[in-house]
Protein backbone atom coordinates (compact mmCIF):
# COMPACT_ATOMS: atom_id res chain seq x y z
CA UNK A 1 0.00 0.00 0.00
CA UNK A 2 3.19 2.09 0.65
CA UNK A 3 3.03 3.09 -3.50
CA UNK A 4 -0.91 4.10 -3.26
CA UNK A 5 -1.42 7.73 -4.07
CA UNK A 6 -4.43 9.77 -3.08
CA UNK A 7 -6.09 13.27 -4.88
CA UNK A 8 -9.10 15.06 -5.16
CA UNK A 9 -11.58 14.81 -7.81
CA UNK A 10 -13.88 18.04 -8.01
CA UNK A 11 -17.75 17.88 -9.98
CA UNK A 12 -17.90 21.85 -8.65
CA UNK A 13 -21.29 21.21 -8.40
CA UNK A 14 -24.61 23.52 -7.85
CA UNK A 15 -24.32 24.11 -3.25
CA UNK A 16 -27.52 25.61 -2.55
CA UNK A 17 -27.40 28.71 -0.61
CA UNK A 18 -24.07 29.69 -2.04
CA UNK A 19 -23.73 31.70 -5.13
CA UNK A 20 -21.26 30.41 -8.02
CA UNK A 21 -18.64 32.78 -7.17
CA UNK A 22 -18.62 32.05 -3.41
CA UNK A 23 -18.51 27.98 -4.39
CA UNK A 24 -15.55 28.67 -6.68
CA UNK A 25 -14.15 30.08 -3.69
CA UNK A 26 -14.58 27.09 -1.54
CA UNK A 27 -13.60 24.66 -3.43
CA UNK A 28 -10.25 26.25 -4.42
CA UNK A 29 -9.76 26.45 -0.65
CA UNK A 30 -10.15 22.50 -0.52
CA UNK A 31 -7.18 22.54 -3.69
CA UNK A 32 -4.91 25.09 -1.07
CA UNK A 33 -5.70 22.78 1.99
CA UNK A 34 -5.00 19.17 -0.33
CA UNK A 35 -1.76 21.30 -1.80
CA UNK A 36 -0.72 21.31 1.94
CA UNK A 37 -0.76 17.52 2.27
CA UNK A 38 -0.30 14.12 0.60
CA UNK A 39 -2.41 14.43 -2.15
CA UNK A 40 -0.65 14.36 -5.94
CA UNK A 41 -3.35 15.77 -7.83
CA UNK A 42 -6.42 17.87 -8.11
CA UNK A 43 -9.23 16.67 -11.11
CA UNK A 44 -12.18 18.81 -12.57
CA UNK A 45 -14.63 17.32 -13.99
CA UNK A 46 -16.30 19.38 -17.37
CA UNK A 47 -20.16 19.84 -17.53
CA UNK A 48 -22.62 21.85 -19.41
CA UNK A 49 -25.68 22.89 -18.69
CA UNK A 50 -26.18 20.96 -15.29
CA UNK A 51 -26.59 21.07 -11.86
CA UNK A 52 -23.93 18.86 -11.44
CA UNK A 53 -21.13 20.79 -12.82
CA UNK A 54 -19.85 24.50 -12.50
CA UNK A 55 -16.44 24.45 -14.18
CA UNK A 56 -17.69 24.16 -17.89
CA UNK A 57 -14.56 24.61 -18.82
CA UNK A 58 -12.02 22.48 -16.44
CA UNK A 59 -9.06 24.40 -18.06
CA UNK A 60 -10.01 27.36 -16.91
CA UNK A 61 -10.35 25.85 -13.34
CA UNK A 62 -7.17 24.79 -13.96
CA UNK A 63 -5.49 27.88 -14.38
CA UNK A 64 -7.16 29.41 -11.75
CA UNK A 65 -5.87 26.89 -9.23
CA UNK A 66 -2.34 27.06 -10.72
CA UNK A 67 -2.03 30.31 -8.81
CA UNK A 68 -3.12 29.12 -5.96
CA UNK A 69 -1.12 25.87 -5.46
CA UNK A 70 2.34 25.15 -5.53
CA UNK A 71 2.78 20.92 -5.69
CA UNK A 72 -0.31 19.77 -7.07
CA UNK A 73 -0.92 18.46 -10.09
CA UNK A 74 -3.67 19.91 -11.82
CA UNK A 75 -6.14 17.35 -13.82
CA UNK A 76 -8.57 18.98 -16.28
CA UNK A 77 -10.74 15.42 -15.72
CA UNK A 78 -12.28 15.41 -18.58
CA UNK A 79 -11.51 17.57 -21.65
CA UNK A 80 -14.57 16.45 -24.19
CA UNK A 81 -12.58 16.83 -26.45
CA UNK A 82 -15.33 16.72 -29.32
CA UNK A 83 -16.70 19.87 -27.82
CA UNK A 84 -13.17 21.76 -28.85
CA UNK A 85 -11.60 22.74 -31.86
CA UNK A 86 -8.73 20.56 -31.90
CA UNK A 87 -6.00 24.12 -31.97
CA UNK A 88 -7.24 25.87 -29.44
CA UNK A 89 -7.57 23.17 -27.05
CA UNK A 90 -3.59 22.17 -27.99
CA UNK A 91 -2.75 25.84 -27.61
CA UNK A 92 -4.85 26.23 -24.11
CA UNK A 93 -3.48 22.65 -22.69
CA UNK A 94 0.11 24.35 -23.18
CA UNK A 95 -0.41 27.60 -21.77
CA UNK A 96 -1.69 26.36 -18.37
CA UNK A 97 0.94 23.95 -18.36
CA UNK A 98 3.45 26.81 -18.84
CA UNK A 99 1.20 28.74 -15.75
CA UNK A 100 1.14 25.87 -13.65
CA UNK A 101 4.87 25.21 -13.66
CA UNK A 102 4.36 22.25 -15.32
CA UNK A 103 2.33 20.97 -13.59
CA UNK A 104 -0.23 19.92 -15.65
CA UNK A 105 -2.27 16.11 -16.71
CA UNK A 106 -4.86 16.14 -18.99
CA UNK A 107 -8.14 13.90 -18.99
CA UNK A 108 -9.53 13.22 -22.52
CA UNK A 109 -13.24 11.82 -23.29
CA UNK A 110 -15.52 11.86 -25.95
CA UNK A 111 -18.33 12.86 -23.09
CA UNK A 112 -20.69 10.84 -20.93
CA UNK A 113 -24.10 12.50 -21.96
CA UNK A 114 -25.99 13.28 -24.98
CA UNK A 115 -27.80 15.53 -23.49
CA UNK A 116 -24.85 17.96 -23.31
CA UNK A 117 -23.87 17.33 -26.88
CA UNK A 118 -27.01 18.55 -28.12
CA UNK A 119 -26.49 21.84 -26.23
CA UNK A 120 -23.57 22.14 -29.14
CA UNK A 121 -25.86 20.60 -31.59
CA UNK A 122 -24.22 17.09 -31.71
CA UNK A 123 -25.58 13.40 -31.39
CA UNK A 124 -23.38 10.54 -29.80
CA UNK A 125 -22.11 9.27 -33.52
CA UNK A 126 -20.63 12.85 -34.20
CA UNK A 127 -19.13 12.69 -30.49
CA UNK A 128 -17.71 9.89 -31.43
CA UNK A 129 -16.43 10.42 -34.79
CA UNK A 130 -15.13 13.95 -33.45
CA UNK A 131 -13.02 12.32 -30.62
CA UNK A 132 -11.44 9.48 -33.15
CA UNK A 133 -10.35 12.22 -35.10
CA UNK A 134 -9.38 15.27 -32.89
CA UNK A 135 -7.65 13.13 -30.16
CA UNK A 136 -5.07 12.05 -32.19
CA UNK A 137 -3.73 15.53 -33.99
CA UNK A 138 -4.20 17.04 -30.18
CA UNK A 139 -1.92 14.87 -28.49
CA UNK A 140 0.82 14.29 -31.69
CA UNK A 141 0.31 18.44 -31.29
CA UNK A 142 1.39 18.61 -27.70
CA UNK A 143 4.50 15.77 -28.37
CA UNK A 144 5.90 17.10 -31.70
CA UNK A 145 5.06 21.05 -31.64
CA UNK A 146 3.22 20.95 -34.85
CA UNK A 147 -0.72 21.14 -35.05
CA UNK A 148 -1.92 18.60 -38.51
CA UNK A 149 -5.24 19.65 -39.29
CA UNK A 150 -7.63 16.34 -38.92
CA UNK A 151 -9.57 18.00 -41.59
CA UNK A 152 -6.69 18.48 -43.61
CA UNK A 153 -5.03 21.96 -44.36
CA UNK A 154 -1.31 23.13 -43.70
CA UNK A 155 0.05 22.10 -40.71
CA UNK A 156 0.29 24.87 -38.14
CA UNK A 157 3.81 25.40 -36.42
CA UNK A 158 2.82 26.26 -32.29
CA UNK A 159 4.54 29.11 -30.58
CA UNK A 160 2.85 27.48 -27.34
CA UNK A 161 4.45 23.94 -26.53
CA UNK A 162 4.60 22.40 -23.25
CA UNK A 163 7.98 21.53 -22.27
CA UNK A 164 7.95 17.92 -21.36
CA UNK A 165 5.67 15.21 -21.92
CA UNK A 166 2.28 15.42 -20.20
CA UNK A 167 0.75 12.62 -18.83
CA UNK A 168 -3.05 11.53 -20.26
CA UNK A 169 -5.84 10.26 -18.49
CA UNK A 170 -8.61 8.31 -19.61
CA UNK A 171 -11.34 7.21 -17.25
CA UNK A 172 -14.02 5.21 -18.44
CA UNK A 173 -17.15 2.87 -16.96
CA UNK A 174 -16.37 1.02 -19.94
CA UNK A 175 -14.68 -2.29 -19.15
CA UNK A 176 -13.97 -2.54 -22.82
CA UNK A 177 -11.75 0.21 -22.79
CA UNK A 178 -9.47 -1.03 -19.86
CA UNK A 179 -7.21 -2.90 -22.62
CA UNK A 180 -6.92 0.13 -25.03
CA UNK A 181 -6.26 2.70 -22.34
CA UNK A 182 -3.34 0.27 -20.83
CA UNK A 183 -1.75 -0.43 -24.50
CA UNK A 184 -2.01 3.77 -24.81
CA UNK A 185 0.02 4.16 -21.73
CA UNK A 186 -2.61 5.83 -19.64
CA UNK A 187 -3.36 6.30 -16.45
CA UNK A 188 -7.47 5.72 -15.55
CA UNK A 189 -10.55 6.02 -12.99
CA UNK A 190 -12.26 3.43 -13.67
CA UNK A 191 -16.24 3.69 -12.82
CA UNK A 192 -17.53 6.93 -11.27
CA UNK A 193 -17.92 7.38 -7.72
CA UNK A 194 -21.20 5.66 -6.30
CA UNK A 195 -21.50 4.12 -9.84
CA UNK A 196 -18.69 2.34 -9.90
CA UNK A 197 -18.42 -1.50 -10.64
CA UNK A 198 -18.23 -3.75 -7.82
CA UNK A 199 -14.90 -4.61 -5.68
CA UNK A 200 -14.83 -8.21 -7.91
CA UNK A 201 -14.81 -6.77 -11.45
CA UNK A 202 -12.33 -3.54 -10.34
CA UNK A 203 -9.84 -6.72 -9.38
CA UNK A 204 -10.46 -8.37 -13.04
CA UNK A 205 -10.42 -5.24 -15.24
CA UNK A 206 -6.92 -4.11 -12.39
CA UNK A 207 -5.17 -7.05 -13.11
CA UNK A 208 -6.07 -6.94 -16.93
CA UNK A 209 -4.73 -3.32 -17.40
CA UNK A 210 -1.30 -4.20 -15.45
CA UNK A 211 -0.65 -7.32 -17.49
CA UNK A 212 -1.47 -5.50 -20.96
CA UNK A 213 0.62 -2.67 -19.27
CA UNK A 214 3.29 -5.00 -18.93
CA UNK A 215 3.41 -6.48 -21.90
CA UNK A 216 3.43 -3.38 -23.89
CA UNK A 217 6.12 -1.56 -21.69
CA UNK A 218 7.93 -4.51 -19.66
CA UNK A 219 10.03 -3.15 -17.29
CA UNK A 220 8.63 -0.15 -16.51
CA UNK A 221 6.05 0.74 -13.94
CA UNK A 222 1.99 0.67 -15.39
CA UNK A 223 0.32 3.90 -15.35
CA UNK A 224 -2.22 4.22 -12.52
CA UNK A 225 -4.79 2.35 -12.44
CA UNK A 226 -7.36 4.64 -9.82
CA UNK A 227 -10.84 4.88 -8.60
CA UNK A 228 -12.83 7.73 -7.33
CA UNK A 229 -14.88 7.88 -4.60
CA UNK A 230 -16.97 10.33 -2.34
CA UNK A 231 -15.37 10.86 0.86
CA UNK A 232 -16.57 12.56 4.26
CA UNK A 233 -14.10 12.11 7.12
CA UNK A 234 -15.54 13.89 10.88
CA UNK A 235 -14.21 12.89 14.41
CA UNK A 236 -16.79 10.38 15.07
CA UNK A 237 -19.16 8.15 12.70
CA UNK A 238 -22.02 9.30 14.00
CA UNK A 239 -20.81 12.91 12.80
CA UNK A 240 -19.53 11.99 9.72
CA UNK A 241 -22.77 10.47 8.80
CA UNK A 242 -24.51 13.59 10.07
CA UNK A 243 -22.51 15.46 7.82
CA UNK A 244 -22.95 13.51 4.74
CA UNK A 245 -27.14 12.46 4.71
CA UNK A 246 -28.22 15.58 3.83
CA UNK A 247 -25.21 16.61 1.46
CA UNK A 248 -25.32 13.65 -0.39
CA UNK A 249 -29.56 13.79 -1.01
CA UNK A 250 -28.38 17.67 -2.20
CA UNK A 251 -25.86 16.04 -4.30
CA UNK A 252 -27.64 13.41 -5.99
CA UNK A 253 -30.33 15.50 -7.30
CA UNK A 254 -27.34 17.04 -8.89
CA UNK A 255 -25.77 13.65 -10.04
CA UNK A 256 -29.89 13.19 -11.71
CA UNK A 257 -30.82 16.99 -12.49
CA UNK A 258 -30.09 17.11 -16.26
CA UNK A 259 -31.52 13.65 -16.79
CA UNK A 260 -34.56 14.22 -15.19
CA UNK A 261 -34.56 17.13 -16.78
CA UNK A 262 -34.93 15.31 -20.36
CA UNK A 263 -37.36 13.17 -18.83
CA UNK A 264 -34.75 10.08 -18.32
CA UNK A 265 -36.44 8.03 -14.91
CA UNK A 266 -33.48 7.78 -12.68
CA UNK A 267 -33.12 5.07 -10.04
CA UNK A 268 -34.06 6.54 -6.55
CA UNK A 269 -31.45 8.11 -4.29
CA UNK A 270 -28.90 5.28 -2.65
CA UNK A 271 -28.44 4.05 0.99
CA UNK A 272 -25.05 5.95 2.12
CA UNK A 273 -24.25 3.34 4.90
CA UNK A 274 -25.33 0.95 1.72
CA UNK A 275 -22.62 2.02 -0.12
CA UNK A 276 -20.36 2.46 2.41
CA UNK A 277 -20.94 -1.06 2.97
CA UNK A 278 -20.10 -1.96 -0.63
CA UNK A 279 -17.28 0.48 -0.57
CA UNK A 280 -18.54 2.72 -3.17
CA UNK A 281 -18.32 5.56 -0.30
CA UNK A 282 -15.89 6.21 2.14
CA UNK A 283 -17.83 7.90 5.54
CA UNK A 284 -16.77 7.89 9.19
CA UNK A 285 -14.31 8.33 11.63
CA UNK A 286 -10.38 8.55 10.54
CA UNK A 287 -9.95 5.15 11.63
CA UNK A 288 -13.79 4.29 10.32
CA UNK A 289 -12.20 5.80 7.04
CA UNK A 290 -8.47 4.13 6.96
CA UNK A 291 -9.81 0.40 7.78
CA UNK A 292 -12.45 1.31 4.45
CA UNK A 293 -9.72 2.75 2.01
CA UNK A 294 -7.27 -0.43 3.17
CA UNK A 295 -10.02 -3.12 2.37
CA UNK A 296 -10.36 -1.32 -0.85
CA UNK A 297 -6.83 -1.17 -2.15
CA UNK A 298 -6.50 -4.72 -0.44
CA UNK A 299 -9.15 -6.26 -2.78
CA UNK A 300 -8.28 -4.38 -5.60
CA UNK A 301 -5.21 -3.94 -6.49
CA UNK A 302 -5.71 -0.02 -7.41
CA UNK A 303 -2.66 2.36 -7.18
CA UNK A 304 -4.87 5.45 -6.90
CA UNK A 305 -7.29 6.87 -4.81
CA UNK A 306 -9.49 10.28 -5.93
CA UNK A 307 -11.15 11.42 -3.10
CA UNK A 308 -14.40 13.53 -3.46
CA UNK A 309 -14.13 16.31 -0.73
CA UNK A 310 -16.96 18.84 -1.78
CA UNK A 311 -20.13 18.25 -3.27
CA UNK A 312 -24.03 18.88 -2.59
CA UNK A 313 -24.22 20.96 0.41
CA UNK A 314 -20.98 20.12 2.62
CA UNK A 315 -20.37 23.66 3.90
CA UNK A 316 -16.83 24.70 3.48
CA UNK A 317 -15.88 23.97 7.11
CA UNK A 318 -16.61 20.52 6.69
CA UNK A 319 -15.00 19.60 3.29
CA UNK A 320 -11.72 21.60 4.80
CA UNK A 321 -11.91 19.59 8.11
CA UNK A 322 -12.46 16.19 6.18
CA UNK A 323 -9.65 17.04 3.56
CA UNK A 324 -7.37 17.76 6.62
CA UNK A 325 -8.25 14.41 8.78
CA UNK A 326 -7.70 12.41 5.36
CA UNK A 327 -4.64 13.47 5.15
CA UNK A 328 -3.36 13.70 8.58
CA UNK A 329 -4.61 10.47 9.54
CA UNK A 330 -6.15 8.35 7.43
CA UNK A 331 -3.09 8.48 4.41
CA UNK A 332 -0.30 7.89 6.82
CA UNK A 333 -2.82 4.59 8.41
CA UNK A 334 -2.92 3.25 5.14
CA UNK A 335 0.27 3.90 4.12
CA UNK A 336 2.47 3.39 7.37
CA UNK A 337 6.81 4.05 7.59
CA UNK A 338 5.89 6.14 4.49
Known amino acids: MADVEFGVFDWVDVHAGRSIADTYEDR ?6 ADEGNFTRFHVAEHHGATLGLAASPGLFAAALARETKRL ?3 PTTFIVPLYDPLRLVEEIAMIDHLSHGRLEIGIGKGSSPHEATMFGFDRDTMG ?3 Q ?3 PAVLDALATGVFVPPGGGAPVELTITPDRPIPVWYPTSNPESIRMTAENGQNTIFGFAFKSPDIAVIREHRDLFVEVSEAVRPGKRPPLFGILRHVVVADTDERAYEVAEAAFAAHYDNFTWLWRKH ?7 PDLRALVDQHLVFIGSPSSVAAQVSDVIEATGVDYIAGSFAWGTLSRDDALRSVDLFDTEVIPAVRPGR
Not at 28 to 33: E, P
Not at 263 to 269: A, C, D, H, R, V
Open 263 to 269: GTPQPPQ
Open 73 to 75: RLV
Open 133 to 135: AYT
Open 28 to 33: IAVARR
Open 129 to 131: ARY
